[in-house]
């Protein structure tokens, strides 16, 4: 089966500096890449996500790149803001009539002021 | 448009005794999966279903059966919970156009088993 592996699992930068989080996956099969966001208390929520056709999405202040030789993607996250505090899940799969990700282990990311 | 709606949001039950989680979609979707979070562990899946009618083990089933009641519905039962089986537990489903993979969770439902 798929394994993901995701680091750090925590990250602390300053307001307006920037994040980066590192996924590896090990099936090559995956085609589908997703971010999910969770703040304290609440429900995962997906932010961004990449297939295996692209290399690289951006949407605002955040972006994703995806290297399949490599079998690593990445989150970036550009001027950071406190309410981007929260924990971070990388995910890799498929999106097959029956869709299975694993999700990897999570991120704290922390944005001081 | 609730999404999904899981309940309860809290439990405490003791070693042995059983209890069902309820999840239920309102977005017509057929997918549905059970995970749960442990800290440091990430969302672990449980059961899934892809569509009504059928079921099948995700990475850690043991001590854990469901029942897709329906296109809406889908609940977890802890037979005989363990001290082991504390945790917060999700329900979630899956849309599946081709445009999007995306996950739509329940609020979370927290277990603890002494």
């Known amino acids: 089966g798929e394994n993901v592996e995701q680091h750090p699992s925590t990250l602390s930068v300053q307001e307006g500096d920037s994040a980066v989080i590192k996924c590896t996956y090990s099936d090559s099969a995956s085609n589908y890449f997703p971010w999910y966001k969770q703040e304290l208390g609440k429900r995962p929520q997906l932010i961004i996500d990449?297939?295996?056709?692209?290399g690289e999405k951006k949407d605002q202040r955040i972006a994703v790149t995806l290297n399949k030789t490599a079998k690593h993607f990445s989150l970036h996250i550009t001027e950071t803001q406190p309410e981007d505090s929260a924990v971070y899940f990388c995910?890799?799969?498929?999106?097959?009539?029956?869709?299975?990700?694993?999700f990897g282990t999570g991120t704290r990311l922390q944005v001081t002021l | 448009n609730a999404g999904v709606t899981q309940t309860p949001k809290f439990q405490v039950l003791k070693t042995g005794q059983s209890m069902t989680l309820q999840c239920a979609q309102d977005m017509n979707h057929n997918s549905m999966y059970w995970y749960r979070q442990d800290p440091g562990m990430g969302l672990r899946l449980i059961y899934y279903s892809a569509s009504e009618g059928t079921t099948d083990k995700g990475e850690v089933p043991n001590g854990y059966n469901v029942s897709r009641l329906n296109k809406r519905e889908f609940s977890l039962r802890l037979e005989s919970a363990a001290p082991s089986q504390t945790s917060v537990y999700f329900c979630a489903s899956i849309g599946e156009t081709v445009n999007t993979g995306e996950l739509f969770f329940g609020e979370g439902s927290r277990l603890t088993v002494l």
């Open positions: 995910a890799a799969g498929d999106t097959g009539t029956a869709s299975k990700l694993t």
């Open positions: 990449i297939r295996s056709n692209v």
